[in-house]
């Protein structure tokens, strides 16, 4: 069953939560739990998360999840997942998580290996901090919600995590389709101490524009393509993009078990997750430098230049990790990156979309341009996904 994550399952900073199409009603009750799933899914084909911990697993790295909670029950999640806070209920613990955002989310960064299944996170190391900020299962978004955070529950829950909750990393997968000055501000704190916080670009499609707290200054944002590589047709687009990954993805349920989903909200966490290993293997790097070293390291965009759907390119985890940084323009186009399904084959292979057509294509001009030449061109702003996406 593929989840379409609706309108409002996770939701409403302002008012919503950014879904992909078609939308559809959540279903009232709380997640149960999901079959195991056995095989590797094809983004965890692309991605090789046991490539990735030769090089780095995230040890010691604390990543705030700032989303509906996160089910700590779940058998890949045991002993990846802190109390956290919950600023929904005002209790403190954020590990429970009724309609399952949030623990798929802190899945795809954190959870570990199984060996009944093909499912596991990039960053297995990390410590996931759990910040329960909304939770709405109500289509209605034009009516209050007694089950969603407001603004200032969001902007809370933000400072708590870069505060009594240490986190070195922030993963929104929620998103503001206006502006809040308590989250603006929340953000630029966060983004003043050191912590990368990264921000899904919205589920609204093309036309929808910018989304918050992702077109705020310094966030890094996420938009989503399919397994084509190509924009997945609900990823909005804009300045407030920074990068894209896989969006329709197979992730943790809660309690047990797994369910297929899409959205930029579960494109986001794969950024995260880099992140997360980049601050391991560099320990001495600040965030412009890591995030300089994820924005050069991406599979080019098509056309070789940055581009409002797109971002920089196609989010490459092995790259970021084992390349040395150089200048900020990119060499001759060598990786492909985006699988495609093979008549003949099960497997995936890398498509060529990504390739760039020619050896000097300047793909990071202004590199920690991710959120420095951005922010300025838009007024330092930033945008991103909504409430579970």
């Given at each position: 069953m593929v989840?379409?994550?609706?309108?409002?399952?996770?939701a409403g900073l302002v008012v919503s939560v950014a879904v992909p199409?078609?939308?559809?009603?959540?279903?009232?009750?709380?997640?149960?739990?999901?079959?195991?799933?056995?095989?590797?899914?094809?983004?965890?084909?692309?991605?090789?998360?046991?490539?990735?911990?030769?090089?780095?697993?995230?040890?010691?790295?604390?990543?705030?999840?700032?989303?509906?909670?996160?089910?700590?029950?779940?058998?890949?999640?045991?002993?990846?997942?802190?109390?956290?806070r919950d600023f929904l209920r005002n209790e403190f613990a954020g590990r429970r998580d009724c309609v399952g955002h949030g623990t798929g989310v802190a899945g795809i960064i954190a959870a570990g290996a199984d060996a009944g299944s093909g499912v596991?996170?990039?960053?297995?190391?990390?410590?996931?901090?759990?910040?329960?900020?909304?939770?709405?299962?109500?289509?209605?978004?034009?009516?209050?919600?007694?089950?969603?955070?407001?603004?200032?529950?969001?902007?809370?829950?933000?400072?708590?995590?870069?505060?009594?909750?240490?986190?070195?990393?922030?993963?929104?997968?929620?998103?503001?389709?206006?502006?809040?000055?308590?989250?603006?501000?929340?953000?630029a704190d966060a983004v003043a101490a050191g912590v990368i916080v990264v921000a899904a670009a919205g589920n609204d499609g093309p036309d929808a524009g910018v989304v918050y707290p992702a077109a705020y200054p310094g966030v890094i944002g996420v938009g989503a393509v399919g397994a084509d590589g190509l924009r997945a047709s609900y990823s909005q687009v804009g300045e407030h993009v920074d990068l894209v990954a896989f969006g329709d993805v197979t992730v943790a349920s809660p309690v047990a078990g797994?369910?297929?989903?899409?959205g930029t909200s579960f494109a986001t966490p794969f950024v995260t997750a880099t992140v997360a290993l980049l601050k391991q293997r560099f320990p001495r790097e600040?965030?412009?430098?890591?995030?300089?070293?994820?924005?050069?390291?991406?599979?080019?965009?098509p056309g070789g230049a940055r581009s409002d759907e797109y971002g920089y390119g196609l989010l490459n985890p092995y790259r970021a990790l084992s390349e040395e940084a150089g200048p900020v323009v990119a060499a001759a186009p060598r990786v492909v990156a985006a699988p495609r399904r093979v008549a003949d084959s099960s497997e995936w292979v890398r498509a060529g979309w990504f390739a760039a057509g020619g050896a000097g294509l300047a793909v990071l001009a202004g590199v920690v341009a991710v959120v420095v030449g951005r922010g300025r061109r838009r007024?330092?702003?930033a945008g991103h996904d909504r409430m579970p996406g």
């Open positions: 989840v379409r994550w609706p309108v409002a399952v996770v199409v078609p939308r559809q009603a959540w279903a009232a009750q709380c997640l149960g739990p999901k079959p195991v799933v056995s095989a590797v899914p094809a983004e965890l084909k692309a991605y090789a998360p046991a490539r990735l911990a030769g090089l780095a697993t995230g040890a010691g790295v604390r990543v705030a999840v700032v989303d509906s909670g996160v089910d700590a029950r779940h058998p890949q999640l045991k002993g990846h997942v802190v109390a956290g596991q996170g990039l960053a297995p190391g990390v410590t996931i901090v759990p910040v329960r900020v909304s939770e709405q299962q109500d289509i209605d978004e034009t009516t209050a919600t007694a089950s969603g955070g407001s603004s200032q529950t969001f902007a809370q829950g933000i400072r708590w995590a870069v505060g009594p909750g240490h986190a070195q990393v922030i993963n929104i997968s929620l998103v503001m389709p206006q502006e809040s000055e308590a989250v603006e501000s929340a953000i797994h369910q297929v989903v899409q600040n965030a412009a430098q890591i995030t300089r070293r994820l924005l050069r390291s991406v599979d080019p965009a007024g330092w702003r």
